[in-house]
DNA sequence: GGTTGACCTAAAGTGCGATTCCGGTCAACA
DNA sequence: TGTTGACCGGAATCGCACTTTAGGTCAACC
């Protein structure tokens, strides 16, 4: 009953990505989905009830799957959560999701973009939460102002900065991330050694926050109830 | 003949660019700045050959303008030269410069482009001499790799930030500057007090820069060669 | 009872003639 | 001699009938 393959999911999430790069999100049928995967069309919809919670889960678990590889991270070395560490190898690991880079781009192509609201919130609230530790440990410099929005606009252009020119894209991507770090760490960060306690709990406080987040991702990847009625 | 009243001239290209910013290029009509100053259509073709070399003269104008402002206050303190004095400037004298900041923000409206792309160029050598007598003189850190590209994308959030999201806009744009110019300082400008010698030698270099950039801009606004067929 | 694809239907796309719009010109005017 | 607006023609827009596409369903099938 609503216990359908996970396996065959996990296909189907992947012929969609797949076909989402290459043609975007207007153009690629839910038919040729189900045929990429060898499958009937009606056997998609026992998985999701429509072509946009599909596409939501698609993006569910490509921000698992980005989550977890920052988490392995950190839990291999708990220095990762220092900030001059954490941005850049976030805009690596960003950049090497060419869905997650499409999806930061703007909805430009594939508006699916309610799974981006309400990811995008919880999001928030957990860089927020972070921002917090990281001030009341000493990790991050208490004297500047408005420290989200400083984060937030340094970071964007790093973001944002090959699509609007060319000129830079002889730079490779791991010197950019070298750019970014000393940015970081220059302007937001102390001058001395962090505390290396310090470094541990905040380690840990986020690791604990960031699998909660993996676990939300995945239980709304293959989540299904066919008895709800659409909106 | 080649003479048309230079006031006038003046006049047309502020209903340009009023009507620009209310309606976009493509909808304003040059009949609709003609009557909005008051003349026959025809008398707008006496300035200008044709509807883009207006918008370019616009924009030139509009360039040299906010040169000019950026001008003045180098003079009036060469230290406004300084990289965390200077960027957080400009990014206020843009963001105050509606026409500055739809010409930045992309051509997504305005697509006159070319006079941007003339434009960019001389900019971009500009900043390059900048950049290097800066390096020279000791006022900005030797030790910043990619410093072009790392000052362009450090920067570039601060200009799009607000267009991409409306999370940050209750921020006053004087307090976002001050962020960028710690931001700058911090990240980019060595730690000790600039030496005076250095600080006046860029700025008068700068500054001489500057004054050839704009009266390049000025020539370009009402030149106007009647006898030169359109391409 | 899990799976399928023909089927339904709304919406998007297409073709095309009629109509409007607008950049650019120039004969006439002052 | 500077100024104008009626005028021209190419291009964009509109109206509309017609075709195609594709999300979602469900009776039939294995």
Redesign the pocket.
Same mark, same amino acid.
């Given at each position: 009953?609503?216990?359908?393959?996970r396996e +065959?999911a996990d296909r189907i999430l992947d012929a969609a990505g797949e076909l989402l790069l290459r043609m975007g =999100? +207007? %153009? @690629? #049928?839910?038919?040729? $989905? #189900? +045929?990429a995967v060898? $499958?009937? %069309?009606?056997? @998609? =919809?026992?998985h999701? +009830?429509? %072509?946009? *919670? *599909?596409f939501q889960a698609l993006m569910m678990r490509e921000s698992a799957d980005l989550t977890d590889e920052i988490l392995g991270r950190i839990k291999a070395d708990p220095a990762m959560i220092l900030p001059h560490r954490m941005i850049p190898a976030s805009f690596l690991v960003t950049h090497r999701r060419p869905l997650v880079m499409a999806m930061l781009r703007g909805n430009a192509d594939m508006f699916g973009s309610l799974g981006d609201l309400a990811l995008r919130k919880q999001q928030d609230e957990l860089r927020t939460q972070f921002e917090e530790a990281m001030l009341r440990r000493g990790l991050i410099r208490s004297d500047v102002p408005n420290l989200t929005y400083a984060l937030n606009a340094s970071t964007l252009g790093f973001y944002l900065g090959d699509t609007l020119s060319d000129e830079f894209d002889g730079i490779p991507l791991e010197d950019k991330a070298e750019v970014l770090a000393h940015m970081i760490r220059t302007a937001f960060e102390p001058s001395g050694e962090p505390d290396p306690a310090a470094v541990a709990d905040v380690a840990a406080e986020l690791g604990s926050a960031l699998e909660e987040l993996v676990s939300g991702y995945r239980q709304g990847i293959y989540a299904h109830d066919p008895t709800k #009625?659409?909106g």
């Open positions: 009953m609503s216990h359908p393959n +065959r =999100y +207007r %153009k @690629v #049928a839910v038919d040729d $989905i #189900a +045929r060898g $499958i009937g %069309k009606g056997t @998609v =919809y026992l999701w +009830r429509n %072509k946009e *919670l *599909l #009625a659409p």
